[in-house]
């Protein structure tokens, strides 16, 4: 694999952290299971690109997008806190609902963004832009996990938490379970929609189908960083999901360049296939794992 190519796993996996960030918050925190992701992550995305077309600084864009991301949140909460819609079925609905919305918000199956200002511009050029893009979403992704790891120390992060673990609980403490999920909800699929905003000015253009299986990524990278590192303290946990984010992106790379994989016919084309696969073997690791550790003789 060469340099160029890591550094473009890299800047991938960077960007698939706010991603698996968002996903660790819903599934693991508020045991909540969201595939708002996978219209969240174009929304944040359609959002930034329209919003840099029509003249506005691109940080305020990937703010905005972040915003229209959090508010998808919100509906999928709201629908299964105040309609009693079971949360998958909640999920569904507000994905399916979004891909409309995102044909509407930018007017267009894609948008591009040749010509326009990114984040990027005046900063990355053609000699440094393969590792300069890394260090930019890098610090966005720095800044995301010190927020985060900052708001679970707080009290409303830990009535978050305990609202996951043992509702009833947390109810019988005077906790609002109700809103807390509603702000959980908001919060991860802001931080997804963040990375659909970064990934579009990456990519050069906003695409209805950018987020076909985007939840899934994020559950890989959960699962691979929980499993290399396994942690309670959340601060760890955090780094724990970032780094499985990075090391997804890589395998898929390696995996999609490899010389055997292409000899026996595997391409581009079978990205998802290979996702497929990684997230399986990422299921199963940990298992295989805790058998290892029983029947190994003391």
């Not at 979004?98 to 010509?115: C, K, S």
Request: proline share 4%.
């Amino acid at each position: 694999m060469s340099l160029i190519a890591f550094f473009g796993a890299l800047a991938s996996g960077v960007i698939y952290a706010l991603v698996a960030l968002g996903v660790l918050m819903s599934f693991r925190v508020l045991d909540f299971p969201d595939l708002t992701a996978d219209g969240s992550f174009p929304l944040g995305g359609a959002v930034a690109a329209v919003a840099i077309v029509a003249g506005i600084n691109p940080w305020l864009a990937c703010l905005l997008g972040m915003i229209a991301g959090a508010m998808a949140g919100v509906v999928t909460a709201w629908l299964y806190v105040k309609l009693n819609i079971l949360q998958l079925l909640a999920s569904i609905l507000v994905m399916v609902a979004l891909y409309t919305v995102n044909l509407r918000i930018m007017g267009a199956p894609n948008l591009p963004l040749l010509g326009e200002p990114t984040i990027f511009a005046n900063i990355v050029t053609p000699e440094n832009g393969y590792w300069m893009r890394c260090v930019i979403i890098g610090g966005v992704v720095l800044v995301a996990k010190l927020i985060v790891d900052w708001f679970f120390s707080t009290e409303t992060g830990l009535s978050m938490r305990a609202t996951g673990s043992t509702p009833r609980m947390a109810q019988a403490q005077g906790i609002n379970t109700s809103m807390m999920t509603i702000l959980g909800m908001a919060i991860s699929n802001g931080l997804i929609a963040l990375g659909g905003a970064l990934f579009v000015q990456t990519q050069g253009g906003a695409d209805i189908s950018i987020g076909i299986g985007t939840i899934v990524i994020g559950l890989a990278a959960v699962i691979i960083g929980e499993t290399i590192i396994p942690a309670k303290r959340i601060w760890l946990i955090t780094l724990a999901v970032i780094i499985g984010a990075f090391l997804y992106r890589l395998f898929i790379q390696i995996a999609l360049s490899s010389e055997t994989l292409r000899s026996i016919g595997f391409g581009p084309q079978d990205l998802n296939l290979v996702t497929a696969l990684l997230v399986v073997i990422a299921l199963v690791l940990p298992q295989a794992k805790a058998k290892f550790l029983t029947r190994r003789p003391r």
